[in-house]
Each structure stands twice: as structure tokens, then as C-alpha cells.
T-cell receptor
Framework: EAQVTQNPRYLITVTGKKLTVTCSQNMNHEYMSWYRQDPGLGLRQIYYSMNVEVTDKGDVPEGYKVSRKEKRNFPLILESPSPNQTSLYFC????????????FGDGTRLSIL | GQQLNQSPQSMFIQEGEDVSMNCTSSSIFNTWLWYKQDPGEGPVLLIALYKAGELTSNGRLTAQFGITRKDSFLNISASIPSDVGIYFCAGPGSSNTGKLIFGQGTTLQVKP
């Protein structure tokens, strides 16, 4: 089954404690992205990757890092989380071509205390 | 930057009623997408529109790509309880990065 898998689904942690949210896709997609969803703001892109070792900032990259060492994985790293990063996070992937749909994971709800 | 304005923000309707929501932009989009997000899940693509004026249906859902390329609407006919969720319009960002620009979402609640 084609899917995007995120882990963990839920995490409560404290300010300053480094955390990583993993994302893996099994569709051999080139493009991968991270979004955060906040009430009234829809989904906003944090970082994206067009292929292995190619990453770039989205609209709200501050406080986040990513890496793309393998095609299937695109982890999101919060080196020093702060309360304003409490949000619902989604990983997405799609293939090459303008009409390829994005596939989303089921989301990771992060609470930073 | 590119923005999508979606309305209404929320709707509370009776089962069986028709629903209409729309999305507008100050800039041209060449693709319009409509997603639905069920509680606790990620967005799922409902309908994709690729051509100005295009009208596309998916079951009880119908979406249209506005002639000006700056708007789109989604209609749901004869709503049922499982239509509950958040509906997002989206379009590709200005560069070929795989980025999607999302509207703020329309939260739909259906009363049985």
C-alpha cells in the first residue's frame, strides 16, 4: 500500500530538548515536504526536498532542520524546541511532474511545554 | 506572496443539505486542488483541476476552476454525516518545488 508514515504520532516534551520526527514514503517519490498546521492558518510549508541531498527552506523554516540522506526518508529535527512550535505536523511526498498529487502522512501532534 | 482565501471558515448544516465553499486568490493559479482532512488524519486529495473553466465531479462532490484562474469552488450535494471534516483548497507554489499553498480551511459539521 502506498503511504507516507510519520513517527511519533503524538509527543509531549519540554523546551530545549532536541527531538526528531521521522517520515518515510514507499512510493519512490522525489519531492518531500514538511508542513505545520495551525488553527486559522491552514498548512504552511516548513522545508522541502527535491531529491536526495537537496533541501531548501519553505515559508516557516525558523527553528527547524531537515535532512535527505536517502530518497525514502525525510526527518524533521527540532534542535531546541520552543512552545511556539507546538503544532500539528504533516509530511508529504509526490512524484515528478506538475500534475502529480501530494500524499500526506497522518500527522504528528507536538506539544512543547 | 501567494495566498488563498477560503470561505466560509465554518459551516454547520443539516444532513441532506447541499454545501458550497469557495477559494480566491490575488494571483493566478494553473492548478486548483481540493483536499479533505478527517479528524486525526492527513489531508486527502478529493478533486484536482488543471484547466480554466473545468468542472469536475467525484461522486457527490463537484468543483470548478474559475475562468479568471483566480478562484475555485467546491459543492457537496446531499450531505451525509461522514462529510464532516476540514476542506482545504490548495494550489502549487510559484516555483517547481512541490510546494502547495493552502487556504485556511472550511470546517464542515453535519447534523444527522
Amino acid at each position: 500500500e502506498a503511504q507516507v508514515t510519520q513517527n511519533p504520532r503524538y509527543l509531549i516534551t519540554v523546551t530545549g530538548k532536541k527531538l526528531t520526527v521521522t517520515c518515510s514514503q514507499n512510493m519512490n517519490h522525489e519531492y518531500m515536504s514538511w508542513y505545520r498546521q495551525d488553527p486559522g492558518l491552514g498548512l504552511r510549508q516548513i522545508y522541502y526536498s527535491m531529491n536526495v541531498e537537496v533541501t531548501d527552506k519553505g515559508d516557516v523554516p525558523e527553528g527547524y532542520k531537515v535532512s535527505r540522506k536517502e530518497k525514502r526518508n525525510f526527518p524533521l529535527i527540532l534542535e531546541s524546541p520552543s512552545p511556539n512550535q507546538t503544532s500539528l505536523y504533516f509530511c508529504a511526498s509526490r512524484g515528478v511532474g506538475g500534475n502529480q498529487p501530494q500524499h500526506f502522512g497522518d500527522g504528528t501532534r507536538l506539544s512543547i511545554l | 506572496g501567494q495566498q488563498l482565501n477560503q470561505s466560509p471558515q465554518s459551516m454547520f448544516i443539516q444532513e441532506g443539505e447541499d454545501v458550497s465553499m469557495n477559494c480566491t486568490s490575488s494571483s493566478i493559479f494553473n492548478t486548483w486542488l481540493w483536499y479533505k482532512q478527517d479528524p486525526g488524519e492527513g489531508p486527502v486529495l478529493l478533486i484536482a483541476l488543471y484547466k480554466a473553466g473545468e468542472l469536475t465531479s467525484n461522486g457527490r462532490l463537484t468543483a470548478q476552476f474559475g475562468i479568471t484562474r483566480k478562484d475555485s469552488f467546491l459543492n457537496i450535494s446531499a450531505s451525509i454525516p461522514s462529510d464532516v471534516g476540514i476542506y482545504f483548497c490548495a494550489g502549487p507554489g510559484s516555483s517547481n518545488t512541490g510546494k502547495l499553498i493552502f487556504g485556511q480551511g472550511t470546517t464542515l459539521q453535519v447534523k444527522p
